[in-house]
Protein backbone atom coordinates (compact mmCIF):
# COMPACT_ATOMS: atom_id res chain seq x y z
CA UNK A 1 0.00 0.00 0.00
CA UNK A 2 1.68 3.57 -0.78
CA UNK A 3 1.81 6.18 1.38
CA UNK A 4 -0.74 9.41 0.83
CA UNK A 5 1.36 12.44 0.51
CA UNK A 6 0.41 15.71 2.12
CA UNK A 7 -1.99 18.45 0.77
CA UNK A 8 -0.80 20.99 -1.15
CA UNK A 9 -1.62 24.92 -0.22
CA UNK A 10 -4.86 26.27 -1.38
CA UNK A 11 -4.91 28.14 -4.30
CA UNK A 12 -6.52 31.22 -4.74
CA UNK A 13 -5.74 32.91 -1.14
CA UNK A 14 -3.18 35.67 -0.71
CA UNK A 15 0.23 35.03 0.31
CA UNK A 16 1.54 36.32 3.68
CA UNK A 17 5.38 36.48 1.98
CA UNK A 18 6.78 38.16 -0.89
CA UNK A 19 6.71 35.46 -3.67
CA UNK A 20 9.73 36.97 -5.18
CA UNK A 21 11.73 35.20 -1.98
CA UNK A 22 12.38 38.54 -0.24
CA UNK A 23 11.46 39.20 3.17
CA UNK A 24 9.67 41.55 5.49
CA UNK A 25 11.58 44.01 8.59
CA UNK A 26 10.98 42.00 11.41
CA UNK A 27 8.10 42.85 12.96
CA UNK A 28 6.83 44.77 9.96
CA UNK A 29 3.50 44.06 8.42
CA UNK A 30 2.32 45.32 5.14
CA UNK A 31 -0.45 47.64 6.05
CA UNK A 32 -4.22 47.19 5.97
CA UNK A 33 -4.79 49.06 2.35
CA UNK A 34 -2.17 46.92 0.66
CA UNK A 35 -3.17 43.48 2.31
CA UNK A 36 -6.73 44.09 0.79
CA UNK A 37 -5.13 45.28 -2.11
CA UNK A 38 -3.24 42.43 -2.89
CA UNK A 39 -6.02 40.14 -1.79
CA UNK A 40 -8.58 41.60 -4.50
CA UNK A 41 -5.45 41.60 -7.31
CA UNK A 42 -5.42 37.79 -6.51
CA UNK A 43 -8.93 37.12 -6.65
CA UNK A 44 -8.87 39.13 -9.79
CA UNK A 45 -6.08 36.96 -11.02
CA UNK A 46 -7.94 33.84 -10.30
CA UNK A 47 -11.01 35.58 -12.46
CA UNK A 48 -9.04 36.07 -15.49
CA UNK A 49 -7.76 32.55 -15.60
CA UNK A 50 -10.70 31.43 -15.41
CA UNK A 51 -12.15 33.56 -18.12
CA UNK A 52 -9.37 32.17 -20.39
CA UNK A 53 -9.99 28.29 -19.49
CA UNK A 54 -13.38 28.96 -20.41
CA UNK A 55 -12.74 30.74 -23.57
CA UNK A 56 -10.14 28.47 -24.12
CA UNK A 57 -12.47 25.56 -24.19
CA UNK A 58 -14.84 26.72 -25.82
CA UNK A 59 -12.70 28.02 -29.01
CA UNK A 60 -12.30 23.89 -29.09
CA UNK A 61 -8.78 24.10 -28.21
CA UNK A 62 -7.08 21.37 -26.24
CA UNK A 63 -8.39 21.63 -22.92
CA UNK A 64 -9.00 19.71 -19.92
CA UNK A 65 -12.58 20.19 -19.05
CA UNK A 66 -11.43 18.98 -15.31
CA UNK A 67 -8.60 21.87 -15.11
CA UNK A 68 -11.47 24.43 -16.57
CA UNK A 69 -13.94 23.22 -14.21
CA UNK A 70 -11.22 23.33 -11.04
CA UNK A 71 -10.65 26.83 -12.43
CA UNK A 72 -13.87 27.79 -12.08
CA UNK A 73 -14.94 26.85 -8.51
CA UNK A 74 -11.27 28.24 -7.44
CA UNK A 75 -12.59 31.51 -8.50
CA UNK A 76 -15.92 30.99 -7.52
CA UNK A 77 -14.55 30.36 -3.94
CA UNK A 78 -12.49 33.63 -3.77
CA UNK A 79 -14.79 35.65 -5.23
CA UNK A 80 -17.47 34.73 -2.62
CA UNK A 81 -14.90 35.06 0.48
CA UNK A 82 -13.78 38.39 -0.73
CA UNK A 83 -17.31 39.19 -0.47
CA UNK A 84 -17.94 37.99 2.58
CA UNK A 85 -14.90 39.90 4.12
CA UNK A 86 -16.58 42.75 2.74
CA UNK A 87 -19.42 42.18 4.37
CA UNK A 88 -17.84 42.15 7.69
CA UNK A 89 -16.25 45.08 6.85
CA UNK A 90 -19.00 47.38 5.98
CA UNK A 91 -21.10 45.85 9.12
CA UNK A 92 -17.98 46.38 11.02
CA UNK A 93 -17.42 50.11 9.91
CA UNK A 94 -21.69 50.66 10.59
CA UNK A 95 -21.36 48.96 14.38
CA UNK A 96 -18.15 51.98 14.27
CA UNK A 97 -20.72 54.84 13.26
CA UNK A 98 -22.96 53.76 15.72
CA UNK A 99 -20.74 54.10 18.54
CA UNK A 100 -21.30 57.25 20.77
CA UNK A 101 -18.08 58.89 22.26
Known amino acids: M ?3 GPIGPVGGLPEIMPKDGSSRAAGASPSFGQALKDAIASVDHLQRDSEAAQSSFARGEEVD ?15 KTMMEVRNKLVDAYKEIMRMGV
Do not use: K, P
Not at 69 to 77: G, M
Open 65 to 79: LHDVLIRIEEAEVAF
Open 2 to 4: SEI
